[in-house]
Every structure is written in structure tokens, then in C-alpha cells.
């Protein structure tokens, strides 16, 4: 009988040992196992970029600790003015699918990793190029301005595209008597139009974490903060902008902290941003606004799908990589490239 339970033993404990074997070499000749992680990843990072020459571009919506490993850090203008011109040989994309795509597009010839392949984004996930096309036909007359939130075959399907940074300049572009479709944020759409006078044909979508901002909370808070200025991205409701001291893009926004004489703010977009608002005015103070009753959605559940190991193992195994049909990157490419020389 102790015999039975000593074999029983030594087998489990042979077996509990095996486990986290050495034989299974990586490819890169480094001699670790696959699902090995170093323990400073962010050292191995910069070393793996050097040795391969590759550049890591970081939404502002990221992790701090992507973020503060970027070549890059900016808006999704600056992303793919940055990954047009990169001659990088792997473009690692530390944002969301549309932004890795747009990469992709704009620079085809470098390979593009995203750490996570489900960084999605609601709006460009609630626009079917199907739909949108059936869309667009009822408006035959109209030019086609699409938000760069959304899919390559929409973006193929557009005749120029524009980003929250450049898109009253886009609109503005076009002749007053010409008849536009927006797609596909309506709440970007709207501020447009307020924006710029002009009538718009809208596609209902939206940013499931920009709609989610509470307008009492947000007027509670002021309330609170009596010396804070609101400052608010454009894909927010119109109740929640109409609270708004300064709308703007995530650069913009930025910007406006670091240029403006107060001390205090009310930001309402994804708290990612915040980390660079803290770090260019460290003596200023910033309230993330809340969402809806306590919960953490007004963080990007996409953007946030993102993190550190996973960006290490990309770069490491230059997977997984944005794969795109030439034909269909051909007619994406030329309503982005106008979009660029308008920018
Ligand atoms: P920016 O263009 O300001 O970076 O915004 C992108 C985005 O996805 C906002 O939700
Ligand atoms: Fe898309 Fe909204 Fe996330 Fe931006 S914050 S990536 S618009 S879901």
C-alpha cells in the first residue's frame, strides 16, 4: 500500500516537473520555450525592435506602459502619417484593427503586427460594407466622407476619408451646394454640421464607449469642480458636448491642456489620454469623466485588449499580421491618400 502511494507520488511530482520544458526552442534561435515570457518584457521589447528594426506605434487610448515603449504616440491622424512615412521593417500597432489596417494600406509593402487581432472598434463593426453601399446608392448625388473608424472594404467604398483632427477641413473642402454622406459616426457627423453649417446624410452609428458619458454625472462633476474646464471629443453625444468648454480630437485635447492658463479638467474621452496630459503638466489636475453608473466603460474594451505580453510576443513572432487583399488596399489607399494631402 505505501508502496502504491509512493509511486503515486514520485509520478506526480515527475509529472508537475515536466512541465514547463526547455525543449520546445523558439524559432528566433533564442532557445526559450513559446510560451516563455521574459521577466523585464519591456527591456526584451527594446531589444527585439532594435534587432529587427521595427518601429511601435501607440494609440493614445493604450495602456500606460504602452504608451511609455512607444516610438510613437498620437492620434489616429498622426498614427498613419507616421506609418506612411516609417521605414521600419515591421510596423508593430499598439491601437485598434481600423488603425493597423489603415497602416497597412498606406505603407503595404512593410509587414504590420496588432498584438491583439480583436481590437475591433463599434463603429467600424456596425457599418457592413453591404449595408453601406445599399446606403450610399439611395444618395447618388452625394460624396461619400467616411470617418477613418471604419472597415477597408467602407473605406473602398468612400471618396475621401477624414479623422477627428482634420474632418471640418475635409467637409469644408467641398464646394457649399455639394451634397455629403457621412458615415459612420452620427455624433461626429452632427458636431460637423454645427461646425460647418453644412446638411449632411448621416450613418447611425457610434462609439459604444464615447456614447456611454453620463450627461447629469458630467454636470454633477462641474458642479463639483467649479474651476475645471470640459473638454470633450467629438464622437460624444450633442448633450454631453453641449457641456464642453473645448471639443476636440485626442491630440487636440492635449494640446489644449498644455497651452491653456488653467489648472483643472474635466476629460471626457477614453482615460488613456490622460497619462500624457499628466506627464506634459504634471501640476495640473484631471477628472476622468465617469460613464454611466459605476462601470468602467469608458475605457475602449477594444484599445484595452491591447498589453504588454501580448505586444512582446508580436514583436517576437511578427504575428499576428494585417493581411489584406492588393485590390482592395488599391481602392482604399486613394481616399486615404487624399484625406493626407489635405492634412
Ligand atoms: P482620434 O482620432 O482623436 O485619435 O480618435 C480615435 C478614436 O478612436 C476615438 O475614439
Ligand atoms: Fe472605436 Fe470608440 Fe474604441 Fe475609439 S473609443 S476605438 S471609436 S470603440
Same mark, same amino acid.
Given at each position: 500500500?505505501?508502496? /502504491?502511494?509512493?509511486?503515486?507520488?514520485?509520478?506526480? =511530482?515527475?509529472?508537475?516537473?515536466?512541465?514547463?520544458?526547455?525543449?520546445?526552442?523558439?524559432?528566433?534561435?533564442?532557445?526559450?520555450?513559446?510560451?516563455?515570457?521574459?521577466?523585464?518584457?519591456?527591456?526584451?521589447? $527594446?531589444? #527585439?525592435?532594435?534587432?529587427?528594426?521595427?518601429?511601435?506605434?501607440?494609440?493614445?487610448?493604450?495602456?500606460?506602459?504602452? *504608451?511609455?515603449?512607444?516610438?510613437? +504616440?498620437?492620434?489616429?491622424?498622426?498614427?498613419?502619417?507616421?506609418?506612411?512615412?516609417?521605414?521600419?521593417?515591421? +510596423?508593430?500597432?499598439?491601437?485598434? =484593427?481600423?488603425?493597423?489596417?489603415?497602416?497597412? +494600406?498606406?505603407?503595404?509593402?512593410?509587414?504590420?503586427?496588432?498584438?491583439?487581432?480583436?481590437?475591433?472598434?463599434?463603429?467600424?463593426?456596425?457599418?457592413?460594407?453591404?449595408?453601406?453601399?445599399?446606403? !450610399?446608392? *439611395?444618395?447618388?448625388?452625394?460624396?461619400?466622407?467616411?470617418?477613418?473608424?471604419?472597415?477597408?472594404?467602407?473605406?473602398?467604398?468612400?471618396? /475621401?476619408?477624414?479623422?477627428?483632427?482634420?474632418? @471640418?477641413?475635409?467637409?469644408?473642402?467641398?464646394?457649399?451646394?455639394?451634397?455629403?454622406?457621412?458615415?459612420?459616426?452620427?455624433?461626429?457627423?452632427?458636431?460637423?454640421?454645427?461646425? %460647418?453649417?453644412?446638411?449632411?446624410?448621416?450613418?447611425?452609428?457610434?462609439? /459604444? @464607449?464615447?456614447? %456611454?458619458?453620463?450627461?447629469?454625472? /458630467?454636470?454633477?462633476?462641474?458642479? !463639483?469642480?467649479?474651476?475645471?474646464?470640459?473638454?470633450?471629443?467629438?464622437?460624444?453625444?450633442?448633450?454631453?458636448?453641449?457641456?464642453?468648454?473645448?471639443?476636440?480630437?485626442?491630440?487636440? #485635447?492635449?494640446?489644449?491642456?498644455?497651452?491653456?492658463?488653467?489648472?483643472?479638467?474635466?476629460?471626457? %474621452?477614453?482615460?488613456? +489620454?490622460?497619462? *500624457?496630459?499628466?506627464?506634459?503638466?504634471?501640476?495640473?489636475?484631471?477628472?476622468?469623466?465617469?460613464?454611466?453608473?459605476?462601470?468602467?466603460?469608458? =475605457?475602449?474594451?477594444?484599445?484595452?485588449?491591447?498589453?504588454?505580453?501580448?505586444?512582446?510576443?508580436?514583436? =517576437?513572432?511578427?504575428?499576428? %499580421?494585417?493581411?489584406?487583399?492588393?485590390?482592395?488596399?488599391?481602392?482604399? $489607399? *486613394?481616399?486615404?491618400? $487624399?484625406?493626407?494631402?489635405?492634412?
Amino acid at each position: 500500500m505505501l508502496t /502504491i502511494l509512493l509511486q503515486s507520488a514520485t509520478k506526480l =511530482r515527475t509529472q508537475t516537473m515536466s512541465l514547463p520544458t526547455l525543449t520546445n526552442g523558439h524559432a528566433n534561435g533564442c532557445g526559450a520555450p513559446k510560451d516563455y515570457l521574459p521577466l523585464d518584457i519591456a527591456a526584451s521589447i $527594446r531589444e #527585439l525592435r532594435s534587432k529587427k528594426n521595427a518601429i511601435i506605434l501607440a494609440h493614445y487610448y493604450q495602456e500606460s506602459e504602452i *504608451q511609455d515603449i512607444a516610438d510613437y +504616440i498620437g492620434d489616429s491622424l498622426g498614427l498613419a502619417q507616421q506609418a506612411a512615412s516609417t521605414k521600419a521593417d515591421l +510596423i508593430v500597432f499598439a491601437g485598434v =484593427r481600423f488603425m493597423a489596417e489603415t497602416a497597412k +494600406i498606406l505603407n503595404p509593402q512593410r509587414k504590420v503586427v496588432l498584438p491583439d487581432l480583436d481590437a475591433g472598434c463599434s463603429l467600424a463593426d456596425n457599418c457592413p460594407a453591404d449595408q453601406f453601399a445599399a446606403f !450610399r446608392s *439611395q444618395y447618388p448625388n452625394h460624396v461619400v466622407v467616411s470617418y477613418v473608424n471604419c472597415s477597408v472594404e467602407v473605406k473602398a467604398l468612400s471618396d /475621401i476619408l477624414c479623422t477627428s483632427t482634420n474632418a @471640418v477641413k475635409v467637409i469644408q473642402s467641398f464646394p457649399e451646394d455639394q451634397p455629403i454622406l457621412f458615415a459612420p459616426d452620427q455624433h461626429l457627423g452632427r458636431y460637423l454640421v454645427s461646425k %460647418t453649417g453644412r446638411k449632411l446624410v448621416l450613418w447611425p452609428g457610434s462609439c /459604444i @464607449v464615447h456614447e %456611454t458619458f453620463d450627461h447629469q454625472r /458630467i454636470v454633477k462633476l462641474k458642479a !463639483r469642480y467649479q474651476n475645471a474646464l470640459v473638454i470633450a471629443h467629438p464622437e460624444c453625444t450633442e448633450a454631453v458636448l453641449a457641456e464642453a468648454d473645448f471639443i476636440g480630437s485626442t491630440s487636440q #485635447l492635449l494640446q489644449f491642456v498644455k497651452d491653456s492658463p488653467k489648472a483643472e479638467f474635466i476629460v471626457v %474621452t477614453e482615460p488613456g +489620454i490622460i497619462h *500624457q496630459m499628466e506627464k506634459a503638466c504634471p501640476e495640473k489636475k484631471f477628472y476622468p469623466a465617469p460613464a454611466e453608473d459605476g462601470c468602467a466603460c469608458n =475605457r475602449c474594451p477594444f484599445m484595452r485588449l491591447n498589453t504588454l505580453e501580448k505586444l512582446y510576443l508580436a514583436l =517576437r513572432d511578427e504575428s499576428p %499580421t494585417i493581411e489584406l487583399s492588393n485590390e482592395l488596399c488599391e481602392r482604399a $489607399r *486613394q481616399p486615404l491618400e $487624399r484625406m493626407l494631402a489635405l492634412s
